[in-house]
């Protein structure tokens, strides 16, 4: 089964650019998944198949994926944008699923 | 838009059966494009995978838990439910049921706590 490994933490001043890293072997021949959780929410999709925003997601939030590291990128980064932030991949060898460990992004 | 909705008690004794129901509206569980999956998040911490089930019946578990867990699906009330048998309290966590697309959780349910505990 895949290992999926975060930062624990990210901090960034607003405006600026954040970068959330998921390490994996390989893990660029998959399909990374990306979500967002506040405090007390469930999690929501963010970013599917590496790099594409479900509806309603803004253009902040994107994704890249190649060789041993997806990266989720958040971009002119708001107050708003503090919260836990989680990779996830499918192995279609095993149909088991895998999250990486969670990043907690802090807007400083 | 599917909506999911989880159920049951929030407190199990240690050493018992935690049992939970995730209830599917806004489209059939038969769907041949979903699986359904249970997620976990014990306080403070991460997500963790415990399953899934396809509406057919075959099922995945977390290797960890697979001596622990059943997730059974009842397509006649488009639900599917998760036992965890021998609970402690290591089991307490927020129960999260989710539909499984192509690789990706894009609808969840609210959350429920499970909390064990004499």
Known sequence: SSVLTQPPSVSVAPG???????GGNNIGSKSVHWYQQKPGQAPVLLISYDSDRPSGIPERFSGSNSGNTATLTISRVEA????????????????????????????? | ???????????????????LTCTVSGGSISSSSYYWGWIRQPPGKGLEWIGS?????????????KSRVTI???TSKNQFS??????????????????????HY?????????????
């Open chain 2, 106 to 118: 894009r609808y969840w349910g609210p959350g429920t706590l499970v909390t064990v505990s004499s």
């Open chain 1, 16 to 22: 600026k650019t954040a970068r959330i890293t998921c």
């Open chain 2, 53 to 65: 089930i396809y509406y057919s019946g075959s099922t995945y578990y977390n290797p960890s838990l």
């Open chain 1, 80 to 108: 708003g944008d503090e919260a836990d932030y989680y990779c996830q991949v499918w192995d279609n060898i095993s149909d088991h699923v895998v999250f990486g460990g969670g990043t907690k992004l802090t807007v400083l």
């Open chain 2, 82 to 103: 998760l036992t965890l048998s021998s609970v402690t309290g290591a089991d307490t966590a927020v129960y999260y049921c989710a539909s499984l697309f192509s690789g």
């Open chain 2, 1 to 19: 838009q599917k909506q999911l909705q989880e159920s049951g008690p929030g407190l199990v004794k240690p050493s018992e059966t935690l049992s």
């Open chain 2, 72 to 74: 059974s699906v009842d």
